[in-house]
T-cell receptor, first 113, second 113 residues
Framework: AQSVTQLDSQVPVFEEAPVELRCNYSSSVSVYLFWYVQYPNQGLQLLLKYLSGSTLVESINGFEAEFNKSQTSFHLRKPSVHISDTAEYFCAVSETGGFKTIFGAGTRLFVKA | EAGVAQSPRYKIIEKRQSVAFWCNPISGHATLYWYQQILGQGPKLLIQFQNNGVVDDSQLPKDRFSAERLKGVDSTLKIQPAKLEDSAVYLC???????????FGQGTRLTVV
């Protein structure tokens, strides 16, 4: 069965600084990987996904994540964060051909002015 | 395109009472999910439907929780009787293809007192 570990529960960072939110997964088969973002009192929204092809995927608001199969990681990065990026970020994994998507515990990104 | 609709947004009940949540997924989405999100944790899958059949309900506490999906469209999740530990946000999501991108509703915040 697959599992997801988000290594940091909280990440405080100053505005315009770079940030990396770490995600590691465990699975015996090939996987799909996702990052979702949750703003206060909202549901989750897909930020970006890896299904196949290029291991580097990007979102429309400047985030990117790289699938590293050898390290079983899918870390999320942004070179310069904004106050509006303050939210909770969830990494998720599902096994190709499987039925279940497993979510990590989340990382709270707090961007300070 | 309309998103996933959930109601109510908030509910406060006393322990041992019953409660029901409603979800209307995005039109044409065959897969529907109910997640429980306890404060500070990632979403935990309670039940997953493919059309009106149950694909996974391994983490649904069946002695008190029940769910149905009528005609493969709307779904209701019921808790009877509620316990204090059921206080959480209940998220409904749907997807066109199982285990790829899921679209989430805003959730129902349940407080059991």
């Amino acid at each position: 069965a697959q599992s997801v570990t988000q290594l940091d529960s909280q990440v405080p960072v100053f505005e315009e600084a770079p940030v990396e939110l770490r995600c590691n997964y465990s699975s015996s088969v090939s996987v799909y990987l996702f990052w979702y973002v949750q703003y206060p009192n909202q549901g989750l929204q897909l930020l970006l996904k890896y299904l196949s092809g290029s291991t580097l995927v990007e979102s429309i608001n400047g985030f990117e994540a790289e699938f590293n199969k050898s390290q079983t990681s899918f870390h999320l990065r942004k070179p310069s964060v904004h106050i509006s990026d303050t939210a909770e970020y969830f990494c998720a994994v599902s096994e190709t051909g499987g039925f279940k998507t497993i979510f990590g515990a989340g990382t709270r990104l707090f961007v300070k002015a | 395109e309309a998103g996933v609709a959930q109601s109510p947004r908030y509910k406060i009940i006393e322990k041992r009472q019953s409660v029901a949540f409603w979800c209307n997924p995005i039109s044409g989405h065959a897969t529907l999910y109910w997640y429980q999100q306890i404060l500070g944790q990632g979403p935990k899958l309670l039940i997953q439907f493919q059309n009106n059949g149950v694909v996974d309900d391994s983490q649904l506490p069946k002695d008190r929780f029940s769910a149905e999906r009528l005609k493969g469209v709307d779904s209701t999740l019921k808790i009877q009787p509620a316990k204090l530990e059921d206080s959480a946000v209940y998220l409904c999501a749907s997807s066109l293809v199982t285990n790829t991108e899921a679209f989430f509703g805003q959730g129902t915040r349940l407080t059991v007192v």
